[in-house]
């Protein structure tokens, strides 16, 4: 027979395996699963707003360093790099040519972003959010692109 114990939160004794493992020493939690989620789910819907607020704090406060250690950590640039690949592309997309005063399709402000092939890590160039994930879409294929491009001219 498995073992029992009684959650702390709704009072009914449950199987063991109804509760979650603390793997720090090995015991179980002291409310069931269905009740922590629960627990959780109330706790994120009232403290929405809380969270949001926080959020936006955090974003607010992160020093610009941040930006430029991501910079280099990801893509081997600096800022004074990044700011000529934007200078030589006229502070716009290298495909569309929207710059960062546009729209996204969700409505929002849009920033432009590092375009780079997946397999060697190469910075290409900065292009908008709607052509950088195109270009991911179509798994950084040349040839792919081809073919999406005449697909498209057949109907015009």
Same mark, same amino acid.
């Given at each position: %027979?498995?073992?029992?114990?009684?959650?702390?939160?709704?009072?009914?004794?449950?199987?063991?395996?109804?509760?979650? *493992?603390?793997?720090?020493?090995?015991?179980?939690?002291?409310?069931?699963?269905?009740?922590?989620?629960?627990?959780?789910? +109330?706790?994120?819907?009232?403290?929405?707003?809380?969270?949001?607020? +926080?959020?936006?704090?955090?974003? #607010?406060?992160?020093?610009?360093?941040?930006?430029? &250690?991501?910079?280099?950590?990801?893509?081997?640039?600096?800022?004074?790099?990044?700011?000529? %690949?934007? #200078? +030589?592309?006229?502070?716009?997309? #290298?495909?569309?040519?929207?710059?960062?005063?546009?729209?996204?399709?969700?409505?929002?402000?849009?920033?432009?972003?590092?375009?780079?092939? &997946?397999?060697?890590?190469?910075?290409?160039?900065? *292009?908008?959010?709607?052509?950088?994930?195109?270009?991911?879409?179509?798994?950084?294929?040349?040839? *792919?692109?081809?073919?999406?491009?005449?697909?498209?001219?057949?109907?015009?």
């Amino acid at each position: %027979m498995e073992d029992t114990k009684t959650c702390r939160f709704c009072g009914q004794n449950k199987l063991v395996s109804d509760f979650y *493992l603390d793997r720090r020493d090995n015991s179980f939690s002291p409310s069931c699963k269905k009740c922590t989620i629960f627990k959780a789910d +109330a706790h994120a819907k009232a403290n929405r707003d809380k969270r949001a607020a +926080a959020h936006k704090r955090r974003l #607010a406060a992160r020093p610009d360093h941040m930006k430029e &250690h991501k910079l280099k950590w990801r893509y081997g640039l600096n800022k004074g790099d990044y700011e000529k %690949m934007l #200078a +030589a592309q006229n502070f716009k997309c #290298a495909i569309c040519g929207a710059d960062e005063t546009c729209l996204t399709p969700r409505g929002k402000p849009q920033r432009l972003h590092i375009d780079h092939c &997946h397999t060697t890590k190469k910075v290409r160039g900065i *292009l908008c959010f709607t052509c950088n994930t195109a270009i991911g879409g179509l798994r950084d294929s040349p040839e *792919l692109a081809r073919a999406a491009a005449e697909y498209l001219e057949k109907f015009q």
